[in-house]
């Protein structure tokens, strides 16, 4: 046991688990690409154990990781040799403001939590992510983006007011207003300049029902038209679409045989409403061009916002939850996304649907103020990923081939999310980022003198 | 049949390979339909093999009308072209590494309008393919 351990667990009012008890999944993400073993594990009880945690680090030269639900598959949500601090100890709600729509939250609470604890209010965050499993903190140090980012933008958009312990030690209150650039710093920033400790979250007001239809298209740039005329209807609340393969047979690739598909593209349209005002359905579809219309689902909203569970409950009964998840998500211009999703769809084999899946999402370049999730110009996007389960022992004939799929969305004028598997290099970082870049770097030496936050993702140079 | 890489018989084999590929001919359906969809590739000499090679492949919908070598590293009647050392060929046509990655990282250069060769990337790997599947002998001159 490190000599400090004894001092650092009195000095907390969380508590620090030493290499012996840690547990196997806190030293990889949900992406399984990395294994980092770090010194200690440390369950913060406080905004204060944070302050305390950044001296020790800074002291000693360690790292200081956050991880919430770990859900990113690169190299964060976990640490080498330095502190990894378990942000999900930190997840008590606190009060509502119910005339001002916001709610005061650590950064450790379950987006999954906190719908449920607002809903008996019907006050709901604007934005929420397909997986609901997911921490506050950690879908805001990523953007955090769902069906209706194409209303409200991200999460980070959606938050008034954050507390952070900066990489120096310093606590700050920071919003769009006051210390703005450490707030977007915060806001998609990767953990790079702060520890979230508490966000102000903004709400609205929901109906307690969903009406969704689920249309169907069998010609990609058909969809594309009707998701663009779809958000700028002004008539739905939710709009999520997908890739889904029908499998044809096999045919020669590169002169080796594979499974080919035939691609469909779904498309659900939400709308909410009040129990006995159900929706216009002939009103609400005039104008849309679908190959068929499969089903129109009434359901409460909560269970709206929890969809995903048996999808996610399924790939965990099917074991692919362990599999790798190197998943490649990007935001493509308008202009290129038809071109682009038919040569990777061109090329994605129909297993990708065991285990995991192809995601569409229309979105607006408008939506978001965020100055770290880069998005390409434009008033219409269209988020694209592949997000596949990859069994361990193929991920060395895989990893290229996904590496190429994340080159040619960049060709064809995409941004990545950087939640998933990103593997640039220190020139694709500042290509990514652009401008915004030499911000980044400030911000780095400005707040995080030491280079401690986590490391090993972002190319911030050491401090030597 | 073992043919040596730089000669006319080799160059003939291949034209018979790309006509004879199904991949090819559904990949590449759309290739050079309203555009000029000849294609040079060029074989830069390294210290894997001494003498610098470029060859000119006339493709159109699916199918190819005749190759040959030619002098010089660019040609007239080329609509596009593709530019590797010997060695990142070799990785290639050995299956060391992916067409795509040696395009996509610049190890392999693109001569003409990058959008067209990326809206067709099949068409260019069921090519590569081709000359991939040719029993190829590679003689120093």
């Known amino acids: 046991m490190d000599k400090p351990s004894a001092p650092l667990a009195q000095s907390l009012e969380g508590t620090v688990r030493t290499p012996a008890h840690f547990t196997p999944d806190q030293l990889e993400n949900y992406g399984r690409i990395f294994q980092w073993t770090p010194r200690f594990v440390v369950y913060p009880g406080s905004q204060r154990d944070i302050v305390t945690l950044v001296a020790l680090c800074r002291k000693n030269k360690w790292s200081l990781s956050t991880r919430g639900a770990a859900h990113s598959q690169s190299q964060l949500a976990i640490n080498q040799d330095g502190v990894l601090l378990e942000m999900q100890a930190m997840n008590r709600i606190g009060e509502v403001d119910e005339d001002k729509l916001t709610v005061d939250v650590e950064p450790g609470v379950v987006w999954r939590d906190l719908v449920h604890h607002l809903a008996p209010r019907n006050l709901v965050p604007p934005v929420l992510t397909n997986n609901l499993g997911v921490t506050v903190g950690g879908t805001l140090s990523m953007a955090g983006i769902g069906v209706a980012s194409f209303r409200y933008g991200s999460q980070g958009d959606n938050v008034v007011e954050l507390d952070v312990v900066t990489g120096d030690g310093s606590v700050v209150t920071c919003s769009p207003e006051t210390n703005d650039d450490l707030f977007w710093g915060a806001i998609a920033g990767l953990g790079s300049f702060c520890v979230i400790t508490r966000a102000r979250l903004q709400l609205r007001r929901m109906k307690p029902m969903t009406r969704t239809y689920y249309l169907l298209y069998d010609d990609l740039r058909v969809f594309l038209e009707d998701a663009r005329s779809a958000m700028d209807s002004g ?33 659900h349209l939400t709308v909410e409403y009040d129990a006995g005002n159900p929706p216009d359905d002939a009103a609400l579809l005039a104008g849309l ?5 499969l089903y129109t689902d009434d359901c409460p909203t909560l269970e709206f916002l929890e969809r995903m569970v048996p999808i996610f409950d399924l790939w965990k009964k099917a074991g692919t939850w362990e599999f790798m998840h190197p998943w490649i998500e990007c935001i493509l211009p308008w202009e290129t996304a038809a071109d682009c999703i038919e040569q990777v769809l061109g090329d994605t084999p129909p297993g990708i649907q065991v285990g995991g ?4 999402w229309p979105a607006k370049g408008t939506t978001s103020r965020s100055k770290n999730f880069m998005v390409p110009p434009g008033e219409n996007l269209v988020g694209f990923g592949l997000l596949p389960a990859i069994p361990q022992k193929f991920w060395g004939e895989m990893s290229e081939r996904l590496e190429n799929v994340s080159r040619m969305m960049l060709m064809f004028g ?31 030496r400005r707040y995080d003198p030491d280079a401690i936050l986590n490391p090993g993702f972002l190319p911030f140079e050491a401090k030597p | 049949m073992t043919l040596v890489f730089g000669t006319e018989a080799w160059a003939a084999a291949l034209v018979a390979e790309i006509n004879a590929s199904s991949e090819y001919r559904n990949a590449a359906a759309k290739w050079g339909d309203g555009f000029n969809g000849n294609v040079l590739l060029v074989f830069d000499a390294d210290t894997t093999f001494p003498k610098t090679h470029a060859l000119l492949v006339l493709l159109a919908k699916g199918a190819c009308r005749g190759a040959s070598f030619v002098p010089g590293v660019a040609h007239p009647g080329a609509g596009f072209g593709l530019r590797a050392p010997f060695s990142v060929w070799k990785d290639v046509l050995s299956r060391k590494m992916l067409a795509a990655t040696a395009i996509l990282t610049g190890k392999m250069k693109v001569d003409g309008d990058r959008m067209t060769l990326l809206k067709h990337t099949a068409a260019h790997r069921a090519l590569v393919a081709c000359v991939a599947a040719l029993d190829t002998e590679f003689l120093s001159p």
């Open chain 1, 414 to 444: 995409g941004k990545r999310y950087l939640s998933g598997w990103v593997n640039f290099t220190p020139d694709e970082w500042k290509e990514h980022f652009g401008a915004r870049w030499d911000e980044l770097c400030a911000l780095k």
């Open chain 1, 289 to 293: 061009r679908p190959y068929d219309n």
């Open chain 1, 235 to 267: 008539r739905w609340d939710h709009l999520e679409s997908w890739g889904a393969p029908c499998a044809q047979g096999t045919r020669p690739v590169a002169g080796m045989r594979q499974v080919f598909a035939k691609w469909f593209y779904p498309f």
């Open chain 1, 357 to 360: 899946h192809v995601l569409l």
